[in-house]
Every structure is written in C-alpha cells, then in structure tokens.
C-alpha cells in the first residue's frame, strides 16, 4: 500500500501532465507554423480592400496583398512565394464577382483550408452590358458599398479576436462616417461639371459603378475586364463618340497600359485628363495609398479636367 503521501505526489504529477497536455493544444490550435506575433495577419486581394482592412484592424492586423500597388488584378500571374503568404496568414480577403479567378488555386496551392472571406458579400452585382452576363466586380467605386466591405470585414476579424470586438468597432464606426463624407463630397464634386460634359471615358470599364452612383456615363475602351483586348472596332466607337460628343479629355489609369488611349488622343484630340486610379490604390505612405485618397484624387483630376 501507498502511503497518502505519496497518493498526493502521483495526484499531482498527473494534474501537472494534464495542464501540460491542454497547453500544448492550445498551441497547436495556431498555424503550423510558430508564429511570431500576436496580430491576425491578413491577406488581400488587392490595394483597396487591404487598406480598409487596415483602417478596421489597425494595430491588432498584420496585412499584406498580393497585388501590389499599381498591379492589374484581372491579368495577375502568381508568384512563387504567393501560396507561402497564403499560408501563412489567417485570413484572406477577397473582392469575388470574378476578379480573382487565380485565387482558389492560390489556395489550394497554399495547403487547402484556409478562411476565405467575400468582402463583396451583401451586394447585388452590376452585370456585363456587352451581353456576357458576368458581375463586374469594381464595386468599390460606389462609396456606398465600400461600407459593406468595411462591415464584412470588421465582423470577421470580431469572429476571430472577440476580445477586441470594441476596438474593432470603434474603427468601424469611424470609418463608415468618413466613407458617408467622402460619399456626400464626391457627389457635390460632380455636380460642378455641365451635365452634357458627364462623360468619363478610360482604358477599362472600371467606373460603372461610379458612374451610376454619382450620375456619370461611363465609357471604358476595354471591357469590366482587361483580359479581354480590345477591337478595332471599340476604338473606332469611341474615336466616334468622342468626336461627336466634342468630349475633351480622356483618362488614363495607374494599372493599365495607357498606350492605345494615348492614341485615340492624338488622334481625336481629346487631351488626357489624368491618370486614375482604378484596380489599385496610390504609392504607400501617400494619401493616394488610401482607398479614400484614391478616390479623392480621382474625383479632383475628373472634376478640374471636364468642368
Ligand atoms: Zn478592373
């Protein structure tokens, strides 16, 4: 027989074990990988979404994205140590409506399950007017909207951090009323062109919904996406409009080859308005690097050169 000493011990020796086992568990429960921070690290798509994932996390997320300033998301060819950023990080936000068809093989490509978020979640689609019926996904471009990805996104990293969940919204509802000012400016900044100079015309279809939230005709050389290139006959439609319409200036954009637009400026003489900002936002650190600078830009370049 034991004493009741020695009882006690194994009692004991068997708790700590136990303790022990649950700790490593636990941190099993984090990525494979020993990670070397607290923060939920982010993946994105693209600029834009990651800048309002930023504004919604601030100092609790580590982000990145895959595309990177200035980069064509429609033509986007992943790089090697894209899966690696994939699996790495604990989430991954996404546009959807089709702009990223190379992101599910990214993430297979990345080891599978991973927690995909559709930050577009809750909006219904423009479609493809050229008959394709596809959604376009530019759907930033509506200020509006921008507040259901700036939603979607703080209920996720709430589902993820709940002991941050003030923090979160807190951010959150700061930022739904900057978007709501932003929102009411840029209208009040269309507003200052004649209505018969509401025309944008740019490389791509980027700005339908711009245009229809904030009473603009829209014309894009390319279609709602680059892939697709354009015909002899698109720019002879629009060296037509242009000159029928007696329309000024045309735009170029930060993440399209501007050349063929260049051309249909010299030969129309529509000069070039400016360069938007369309798939991406601006340069890092610069107001332009924000979603909300971008859009203030634009708006400004649209504004000073059709008015
Ligand atoms: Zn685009």
């Not at 004991?12 to 099993?28: K, N």
């Not at 990223?100 to 993430?107: A, D, L, N, S, T």
């Not at 996104?153 to 951090?161: H, Q, S, V």
């Not at 400016?185 to 711009?210: C, M, N």
Request: glycine fraction near 8%; proline fraction near 3%.
């Amino acid at each position: 027989m034991k004493s009741k000493n020695q009882m006690k011990k194994i009692l004991l020796m068997l708790l700590i074990y136990v303790f022990a086992l649950s700790l490593m568990s636990c941190g099993g429960k984090q990525s494979a990988d020993t990670k070397k921070t607290d923060k939920i690290i982010t993946v994105s798509t693209i600029t834009i979404i990651n800048d309002v994932v930023k504004n919604i996390g601030g100092d609790k997320v580590e982000t990145r994205s895959i595309c990177g300033v200035g980069i064509d998301p429609h033509t986007y060819k992943a790089k090697p140590n894209d899966p690696r950023t994939v699996s790495e990080s604990d989430v991954v936000f996404i546009n959807g409506f089709g702009l990223e068809h190379w992101i599910e093989e990214m993430v297979r490509n990345a080891g599978g399950n991973k927690k995909v978020v559709t930050v577009t979640e809750g909006i219904t689609p423009m479609t493809d007017e050229k008959g394709f019926g596809d959604p376009d996904p530019h759907a930033w471009f509506n200020v509006q909207y921008v507040k259901t990805y700036a939603n979607n996104i703080a209920k996720t990293l709430i589902e993820m951090d709940k002991k941050n969940e003030s923090y979160y919204k807190e951010n959150l509802e700061s930022y739904l009323k900057k978007l709501d000012s932003l929102d009411n400016w840029v209208k009040a900044g269309i507003q200052k062109i004649p209505e018969q100079k509401r025309v944008l015309i740019t490389s791509h279809d980027a700005f339908r919904y711009f245009g229809k939230a904030y009473g603009l005709e829209v014309r894009g050389l390319q279609g709602i996406s680059t892939e697709a290139k354009a015909q002899t006959e698109d720019v002879k439609n629009l060296v037509d409009l242009i000159k029928e319409r007696k329309l000024s200036s045309v735009f170029i954009e930060t993440s399209v080859n501007p050349k063929l637009l260049e051309e249909i400026s010299k030969e129309t003489g529509a000069r070039v308005g400016g360069t938007l900002y369309s798939d991406s936002v601006g340069d890092e650190g610069t107001f332009e690097g924000t979603y909300i600078g971008a859009v203030t830009h634009n708006v400004n370049t649209i504004v000073n050169a059709l008015k």
